[in-house]
């Protein structure tokens, strides 16, 4: 089979979804049983050097911009991508619409439909395009590979697709070079929250209840916010400027893959309080270092946790403030939810997550072919 990915969430900064078709497709070429290149697209970022050799692929690298092809795809399902990166058997988009094709089997990615929220603050083409094309085009696609069993359920669902069609390949573990024998709890390591910093995220609660241990004299870690900000971030970035915060939290920006390790062997608790994930990789990244979790009840986390972290509602502030008091003060504790995510995360394996890969565009194949 010639398969074509889409790369472009991961040409500038490798966020979750980035993060997810990088490896997801580096795993699926060292199967080594299929021709696989990966598809980029930007007026002015182009592929890191060494990236065909990183993920074991070709790159086809175009110099148009994103927001333009984005439009004439979404739109107007013009150009094929035959004319821009050759024939293929299989193209995959890494986002919920189709990429236009002459006669490739069509494969999509859906990892949550928060688009569709009432009230959900999008933007750019996620705001102009999700919402009124996502569900005819998960109607149309061969195939449809998501993370979870939770997103799974969502575009069955919500978005009416065909349940034979959709296909779970979840992440798998980071390799750490130094992380991931022992639970990591150093004393003075700090509170960590990394993600883009989006109104989903709800970095407000994180804020909330760390700033309630402080009013009581509780001995405090400092608190690390790292991440892509975006708008809604702007109050939040604000209140770490201000008393009682200020001096206690710092905000660092996008964490770049390369120096992830870092940020988690300083941490002693990873936090993340979402109001809606469609996988949460902080949380399997945190608990393949041995860094002890404390996410939300909502979304795809306490499938993606399980018994690895402990799990509270987005909205109990002096339940997060408990806990997390908790596993600051009691190293016994905190020890032993490191290592519960040490044992969760051995579930995760991008080996098992390409091979399922291959059963999707197999099938999504022999749809096409169908039709």
Known sequence: ?????????????????????????????????????????????????????????????????????????????????????????????AHPLLIPTRRAARVITIHDVFFLSPGARTHAEIRRDYAPLARAHAHRAEAIVTSTEHGRRLVVDTLGADADRVYVCPPGAPAWRTLGTDPNVPRDGCVLFIGTLDARKNVGALLDAYTRLLDRGSPMAPLVLAGRPTPEAAGWLERLRQPPLAGHARYVGYVAHEERERLYASARVLVLPSLDEGFGLPALEAMSAGVPVIASRRGSLPEVVGTGGLLVEPDDIDGLAAVLERLLTDDREAAAWGRAGLARARAFSWTASAATLRRAYTDAIGRRRAQ
């Open 1 to 93: 089979m010639k398969i074509l990915v889409d790369y472009r969430p991961a040409l500038r900064e490798r966020t979750g979804v980035g993060e997810y078709i990088h490896e997801l497709v580096r795993a699926y070429a060292a199967a080594g049983t299929d021709t696989v290149s990966v598809f980029t697209s930007s007026w002015k970022d182009r592929p890191a050097t060494g990236l065909a050799g990183e993920l074991g692929t070709a790159v086809v690298d175009r110099r148009i911009p994103v927001r333009a092809l984005n439009y004439l795809w979404h739109r107007a399902e013009w150009p094929p991508v035959e004319w821009l990166a050759g024939d293929c058997d299989v193209v995959h988009a």
